[in-house]
């Protein structure tokens, strides 16, 4: 209140504000113009332009296709190690019970590499 008394005003908007909100206007119609321009086709080669989107999809569908058998590997590698343990803990059962013949059936299962 104390600046309106004063006519002290805080922005230079408010000393005319016509004037301000014609600038404004102004403004926001340069952008606008700016960003329809940007849009704006200038080239009308369809055929190019379809080859192009067909290239893209097939790219974005091979990534997924990627990414599916990434996953799918890891799950796949997650359930062999699961088997492998599993066999380990056989394995060490049977040599703890002395069946040291299924003992090395399973060691030549876990590591077919080693020979026995």
């Given at each position: 209140?104390?600046?309106?008394?004063?006519?002290?005003?805080?922005?230079?908007k408010?000393?005319?504000?016509?004037?301000?909100?014609?600038?404004?206007?102004?403004?926001?119609?340069?952008?606008g113009?700016?960003?329809?321009?940007?849009?704006?086709?200038?080239?009308?080669?369809?055929?190019?332009?379809?080859?192009?989107?067909?290239?893209?999809?097939?790219?974005?569908?091979?990534?997924?296709?990627?990414?599916?058998l990434?996953?799918?590997?890891?799950?796949?590698?997650?359930?062999?190690?699961?088997?492998?343990?599993?066999?380990?803990?056989?394995?060490?059962?049977?040599?703890?019970?002395?069946?040291?013949?299924?003992?090395?059936?399973?060691?030549?299962?876990?590591?077919?590499?080693?020979?026995?």
């Amino acid at each position: 209140m104390e600046d309106h008394n004063t006519a002290t005003f805080p922005s230079k908007k408010y000393y005319n504000l016509d004037a301000y909100y014609k600038r404004q206007m102004e403004k926001e119609s340069k952008k606008g113009v700016k960003k329809v321009l940007q849009a704006e086709r200038t080239v009308f080669n369809d055929e190019d332009q379809r080859r192009q989107e067909l290239l893209m999809a097939r790219e974005k569908q091979k990534e997924e296709e990627v990414e599916a058998l990434k996953r799918d590997m890891q799950s796949g590698m997650a359930q062999a190690m699961k088997e492998q343990a599993q066999l380990r803990e056989e394995m060490a059962y049977m040599y703890k019970i002395g069946n040291f013949e299924a003992a090395a059936a399973i060691q030549k299962r876990l590591d077919p590499d080693v020979a026995m």
